[in-house]
């Protein structure tokens, strides 16, 4: 098991590497020169130079992306413009609230898409599972920001039962940071009117986030049920007189989780990448807003720290996505 | 009117009581038996439907919509923001142009970015993972380190960086979306590659000569036609809603150009109130993609049917 783990994480850095010079890549792809826009419309030609000389931006591209790596690993991910704050320490802020949304919208659609998926396995090709399927569709198909106006519209505007965005109401501050996730931070701190409110803020957001990764859930587990339920053991199980219940929470799910597990990986890091829109909708502060603010003021060094940071997290996750692979099917552990 | 074309018993050596040798009988059989098979899918029958009235709207509609002006932006300051009507299905827009004429010509412009999104993806990804799954070694080990660098990026957020760093536009989006999406016809090809290279035919072709080339495309290249195919059934839904969630953000299509995204974006202002700027066009995006996507999901059905029903 040792020397798995040692070999997985291994593994990690030429994916790392190849991360950077990815975003080293994209970084350049920039039609417009940056030693011009920096030295603004009335500059000299000897003015540009000397900027680009200052920026090191005559340098060949190997030293350049060599500075870049080594910035990059000093904490030093440039200066958003519009803050005018670092780069990480901007991320260090948001991140907690974008992590807050992914967990609770991935809550969500584990605890609604695994009993769905199992539902519809066993009734399968009946009404549960057919309603099930266009569900699931539905789900697929709809854009995230679209749907999450449509419940602003529905739900808070109209109805009045939530509120329409924001993490917390205009002018009430946050609590105490401890990991910088609001609702967890008013749990800790004991203030319950707060998480009250907080937890209102979040339904919204979260589900809407949440159908995406829910749909393919739904099907996953489905899937996995039916082949699991296909197989002699469980005939065996329900020869042996046990309750169809009991077969398929006690013998068949368990075997389902493998595969669901890394399917909750994958939807982890696809609802990261999404909640750029349901945050931009629900003004929730996290990196997606920012990186769509940024995006939109042409600011480019928050884009490129967002783009790093996500990719870093979703390494990171397939890490131990796979190590938990490793400790449930020790099949994997020879491959 | 027998135009004398039929096989001869002579030339096939194995003809059936059709008169048809038996190899073209059977494709026939086949080919019916997967169209009788799609149709017993009746999402996918609506799907199919749903996507050939947009098909015709796209092409059709720019010479039907009822205020071809508005179409790019022409401005009319009485018209303001009214609520649907007999006049305006859709209501009207914050410079008075009529939604659903937008909304139609719309439809032009998303299924004419999807479309690119996949031939570029498709254009990059399958010929790069059919030389990585037919020579294997070194180059496959290359070609797959950079296929997973890209995966490894959630695809919004790499279209959003790589669409920005090129400038906000429809064109440049449709780039970042097809740079995003080819990995996954990279893995797909290169898999059918790898298992289909072992094939005795392949081998037979080797023996008397046939260079590479000739054997990638005239006799691999084929079979591995319909997975692609099925793969690319089901990502064009995906591809027209990524395109309209960057035309959301504001790196996509720039306004007056009427598409979809866009205009949800733009009428986010106007809520609650007058609700019907975001509200229809999204709903154009929802429908179309979930079109595709049932579409997608009986052909995947009928073509490649290893999950479980």
Not at chain 1, 55 to 72: E, M, N, S
Request: aromatic share 8%; hydrophobic share 50%.
């Amino acid at each position: 098991m040792g020397r798995y783990v040692v070999r997985r994480v291994l593994l990690i850095v030429p994916t790392l590497v190849g991360l950077s010079i990815l975003t080293f890549v994209v970084s350049h792809l920039m039609p417009a020169d940056p030693a011009k826009l920096a030295a603004g419309p009335r500059a000299t030609a000897d003015m540009v130079q000397t900027i680009r000389h200052e920026y090191g931006l005559d340098r060949p591209l190997y030293v350049q992306y060599v500075t870049y790596v080594r910035d990059l690993l000093r904490g030093n991910w440039g200066t958003s413009i519009i803050s005018q704050h670092p780069v990480l320490t901007d991320l260090r802020l948001y991140l907690p609230n974008t992590l807050e949304l992914v967990l609770a919208s991935m809550t969500i659609a584990i605890g609604v898409g695994v009993p769905l998926g199992v539902i519809a396995a066993v009734s399968q090709n009946r009404w549960p599972d057919h309603l099930s399927r266009l569900f699931t569709i539905s789900f697929v198909s709809l854009p995230s920001f679209w749907f999450a106006i449509i419940l602003q519209l529905t739900i808070a505007f109209t109805l009045g039962l939530l509120p329409v965005d924001g993490q917390l109401p205009t002018l009430t501050a946050p609590p105490h940071r401890v990991t910088g996730m609001v609702l967890v931070d008013s749990l800790l701190v004991g203030n319950l009117p707060l998480l009250w409110t907080a937890f209102q803020h979040l339904i919204l957001p979260a589900f809407v986030q949440s159908i995406g990764a829910m749909a393919i859930i739904t099907r996953m587990v489905r899937g996995d049920m039916l082949e699991i339920l296909g197989q002699d053991f469980v005939r065996t199980a329900r020869a042996k007189g046990l309750s169809a219940r009991r077969v398929v929470l006690g013998h068949a799910l368990r075997n389902a989780f493998i595969p669901t597990l890394t399917l909750i990986g994958l939807s982890f890091g696809f609802s990261l990448g999404g909640s750029v829109l349901v945050e931009t909708v629900f003004d929730w502060p996290g990196i997606g807003l920012y990186a769509v603010n940024a995006a939109l003021s042409a600011d480019f060094e928050p884009i490129m720290g967002v783009t790093i940071m996500v990719g870093f997290i979703f390494i990171v996750l397939n890490l131990v996505v796979d190590l938990l692979y490793g400790v449930l099917d020790p099949r994997i552990r020879y491959t | 009117m027998d135009l004398g074309i039929r096989p001869s018993v002579e030339d096939s050596g194995s003809a059936t009581a059709t008169g048809w040798p038996l190899e073209r009988q059977r494709s026939h059989e086949n080919l019916r038996r997967q169209v009788a098979r799609f149709r017993r899918n009746r999402l996918a029958v609506v799907g199919l439907a749903i996507v050939g009235l947009l098909v015709v709207i796209a092409v059709v509609g720019p010479y039907i919509v009822p205020y071809p002006g508005d179409t790019t932006g022409a401005i009319h300051p009485e018209a303001q923001l009214q609520a649907p009507s007999t006049a305006h299905l859709f209501g009207t827009d914050d410079i008075g142009d009529d939604i659903l004429s937008r909304v139609i010509v719309g439809s032009r412009l998303s299924l004419t970015v999807g479309v690119i999104v996949l031939v570029i993806g498709t254009g990059i990804g399958v010929p790069l993972g059919a030389v990585a799954g037919y020579f294997g070694g070194t180059t496959d080990v290359i070609i797959m380190r950079v296929t997973d660098i890209f995966l490894t990026i959630p695809a919004l957020i790499l279209a959003l960086t790589i669409a920005a760093a090129l400038g906000p536009s429809l064109r440049n989006a449709m780039l970042a979306i097809a740079l995003v999406w080819w990995p996954g016809y990279c893995r797909l090809t290169r898999g059918q590659f790898m298992s289909l290279r072992q094939r005795t035919y392949v081998e037979s072709a080797r023996v008397i000569g046939a260079r590479d080339a000739r054997i990638i495309f005239r006799h691999i290249l084929p079979n591995t036609l319909t997975p692609i195919m099925v793969k690319m059934s089901m990502d064009i839904g995906f591809a027209i809603l990524t395109a309209a969630a960057l035309g959301f953000i504001g790196v996509g299509a720039q306004p007056p150009q009427p598409e979809w995204g866009a205009m949800v974006s733009l009428g986010r202002k106007f809520l609650p109130n007058w609700w019907w700027y975001s509200t229809f066009p999204g709903l154009a995006i929802f429908v179309t993609v979930f079109a595709f996507n049932m579409l997608g999901d009986g052909l995947r059905d009928v073509f490649d049917p290893q999950g479980v029903r």
